[in-house]
């Protein structure tokens, strides 16, 4: 997926260690390097474990999940 798409809150399926799951995203930080280019974190938390993880590329998300308002 591409960076702009990836929303705090937003629920997706992602690859957490080697297995697709379901993870809700609960911060974006862009941490900022004098000699390097800007490197953006995903927090998510892992709706099966409950565990929090973070990831360093957009590559692990796979889609995002659509809610449904019932």
């Known amino acids: 997926m591409l960076k ?4 705090v809150g937003g629920r997706y399926l992602a690859k957490v260690s080697g297995n697709i799951t379901i993870v809700r995203v609960k911060e974006i930080r862009e941490r900022r390097y ?4 800007n490197s953006v974190f995903y927090v998510v938390i892992n709706e099966k474990t409950g565990r929090q993880v973070e990831f360093r590329s957009a590559a692990k998300f796979r889609r ?4 449904c308002g019932v």
């Open 4 to 7: 702009k798409e990836i929303v």
């Open 34 to 37: 004098a000699s390097r280019n």
């Open 64 to 67: 995002k999940l659509e809610t």
